[in-house]
Every structure is written in C-alpha cells, then in structure tokens.
C-alpha cells in the first residue's frame, strides 16, 4: 500500500470515529445538569429498596413513586429535582422508583431529566416493590422522611405526603410544601449535627 493510500485511510478511520463519537452523544437522553445520564437500578421487592433508604438513615429522603406512562410524571420528577437543586445540604436525598413498563429504555428517558448525584433512581416494572407504599398506581407521590426514619416490614410514616393532582394530571405536584418541610428536616439535622461538634 502507498505512503498516499496509507494516510488516507487512517483520515478515513479518525473521521468515522469523531462521527460515530457525535452520533452516540447526540442520541443520548438530555440531562437537567448536561452530565451523563442516570443510573437506573432495577428492582423486584420492597427489601431492596428499603436497604438503599435504611443506609442513608441519617439523611432526609424523599421517596418519589412515578408510573412511567403516568401523565404527571415528568411534572413530579421536575418538582422533586427542583427541591434538590434548592438545598445544596448533602443531607438531603431523593429516591425516585419509576414503576411499571416492561422497557428499561423509557425508564431511562425519564431518569435522564434530573441527573443529579444526590437522587438515585430505580426501575420496578411488575410494580410489587413499590406496593407498600399502597399509591394508586396511576398517579405520582412522593413521600419525605426524616433522619430516623427505619423500614422494615414496610414504609415507616412519612413527615410528609404529596400526592399529584388527580383532577388534572399534568399539573405540577405541590411543589413549595415540599420545599418547605424538607428544608425544615434538614436544618434541624444539620442544627443537631452542629450541635454534636461543638460538644465534642
């Protein structure tokens, strides 16, 4: 092969490459903070979702429980992103379980409108993992919970529940209520933690 046809075929390979590159990232799903996409972490029975929420004790945690074709969901991720976004606390957390569906794609799609480290997402197709929390499987809630909070057997009572509109689906959850009593949990933790330091 000539010196000619040798570097044109190494252009030719960068060039495939670099397109390729452009294809994969353009077809992507867009992200609230322009980072990668979310993991989603698929689920099957309450226990496992319970371990995640049991480790972070110590932490207000918001449970967001979101049919994947449900109208209002992508309303209630916004809002509950939205509340994240408000608090910088590392104290407070978010655990969005997208239930239903038989395609991990979809979940995927709507995971990928609020990355952000703090919310971690799950996917429970059969909807069983989910069950305890007894919510219409229609519609969207979420439910917050402060720092001793403990599941067991099933969810403990939450501080607070905020369900999305029944009358008109695609209206926003309630959003400033949430904002408030979660900021009110993490400031008395974050007051507690204060507290414990100076007494040490």
């Given at each position: 092969?000539?010196?000619?046809?040798?570097?044109?075929?190494?252009?030719?390979?960068?060039?495939?490459?670099?397109?390729?590159?452009?294809?994969?990232?353009?077809?992507?799903?867009?992200?609230?903070?322009?980072?990668?996409?979310?993991?989603?972490?698929?689920?099957?029975?309450?226990?496992?979702?319970?371990?995640?929420?049991?480790?972070?004790?110590?932490?207000?945690?918001?449970?967001?429980?979101?049919?994947?074709?449900?109208?209002?969901?992508?309303?209630?991720?916004?809002?509950?992103?939205?509340?994240?976004?408000?608090?910088?606390?590392?104290?407070?957390?978010?655990?969005?379980?997208?239930?239903?569906?038989?395609?991990?794609?979809?979940?995927?799609?709507?995971?990928?409108?609020a990355?952000?480290?703090?919310?971690?997402?799950?996917?429970?197709?059969?909807?069983?993992?989910t069950?305890?929390?007894?919510?219409?499987?229609?519609?969207?809630?979420?439910?917050?919970?402060?720092?001793?909070?403990r599941?067991?057997?099933?969810?403990?009572?939450?501080?607070l529940?905020?369900?999305?509109?029944?009358?008109?689906?695609?209206?926003?959850?309630a959003?400033?209520?949430?904002?408030?009593?979660?900021?009110?949990?993490?400031?008395?933790?974050?007051?507690?933690?204060?507290?414990?330091?100076?007494?040490?």
């Amino acid at each position: 092969m000539s010196a000619f046809n040798r570097r044109n075929g190494i252009v030719a390979l960068a060039v495939a490459a670099v397109a390729a590159a452009a294809l994969a990232s353009a077809a992507d799903p867009p992200t609230a903070t322009g980072g990668a996409p979310p993991d989603v972490r698929r689920i099957e029975k309450f226990v496992h979702i319970a371990a995640f929420l049991n480790l972070a004790q110590g932490t207000v945690r918001m449970v967001a429980v979101l049919p994947i074709d449900g109208e209002s969901s992508a309303a209630v991720l916004d809002t509950v992103a939205a509340v994240i976004r408000g608090n910088p606390s590392k104290r407070l957390r978010a655990y969005v379980v997208l239930r239903g569906s038989d395609s991990s794609l979809r979940a995927a799609v709507l995971a990928g409108r609020a990355a952000d480290p703090r919310i971690v997402f799950f996917w429970d197709p059969a909807g069983t993992a989910t069950a305890a929390w007894r919510a219409d499987p229609a519609r969207a809630g979420v439910w917050l919970y402060d720092t001793s909070a403990r599941f067991t057997g099933g969810p403990p009572g939450a501080s607070l529940v905020v369900g999305a509109p029944a009358a008109t689906p695609e209206a926003p959850l309630a959003g400033p209520a949430l904002r408030e009593q979660a900021g009110e949990l993490v400031r008395r933790v974050e007051a507690k933690m204060a507290q414990a330091d100076d007494g040490s």
